[in-house]
């Protein structure tokens, strides 16, 4: 059965629910109905572009979330010194009053540092290929985006001539990659 054939789900009540809510507590009420919807259409065995479809909502969801922890959450201490105090605007927000746990708000923005362009084409690409869309896909292109322009350490003075030492004597014995079943002379034995 097609996403917008789904009988349970208005598609565009789901999507305005999204861009309307603002406050963590809709936005985590949010994130919980769909979840249940999630939820639900595993368990009625619907389509996979269906469960992609209520996934995309999630992570849409799990995003805003994260961008307002991002802005609303104090990380530490309240901007005071010992001499004087500040005062804050707005009572302090803490993931426990936010009703969210550190491993859930650490996967959040990470969700959210992710450029929008990128997490947008990351979705339609996903829903596209026909492929199952999760958190877990999410988080590899986070980690993939911000690991990619890192360099390789660089070798410890000496380590590398080291490495070619043992790796010599290691070929020399005629230890490898086959297991130990190389001979001397580099031959395969027993095949």
């Not at 996403?3 to 999507?15: G, R």
């Not at 927000?93 to 990128?118: D, F, M, Y």
């Not at 829903?127 to 590899?140: I, K, Q």
């Not at 004597?169 to 095949?191: D, L, N």
């Amino acid at each position: 059965m097609p996403p917008e054939t789904f009988p349970l789900i208005k598609w565009d009540a789901v999507e305005s629910a999204i861009q309307r809510a603002q406050s963590i507590s809709d936005l985590n009420g949010l994130r919980s109905r769909i979840e249940t919807l999630h939820v639900l259409s595993k368990q009625s065995r619907q389509s996979l572009s269906t469960q992609n479809k209520i996934a995309s909502y999630r992570l849409r969801v799990d995003r805003k979330r994260g961008e307002w922890l991002l802005e609303n959450i104090v990380r530490a201490g309240n901007g005071s010194n010992q001499h004087s105090k500040k005062v804050l605007k707005f009572p302090r927000v803490t993931l426990a009053t936010a009703g969210i746990t550190n491993k859930e708000s650490h996967i959040l923005q990470r969700i959210a540092s992710i450029p929008e362009e990128v997490f947008r084409k990351h979705l339609v690409s996903t829903l596209r290929d026909g492929e199952e869309l999760t958190t877990a896909s999410v988080l590899r292109l986070d980690a993939a985006i911000r690991f990619d322009h890192r360099e390789p350490p660089a070798f410890p003075k000496g380590t590398l001539r080291l490495c070619q030492k043992i790796t010599g004597q290691i070929a020399s014995a005629g230890i490898c990659s086959t297991g130990g079943r190389e001979g001397p002379a580099g031959q395969v034995q027993g095949s």
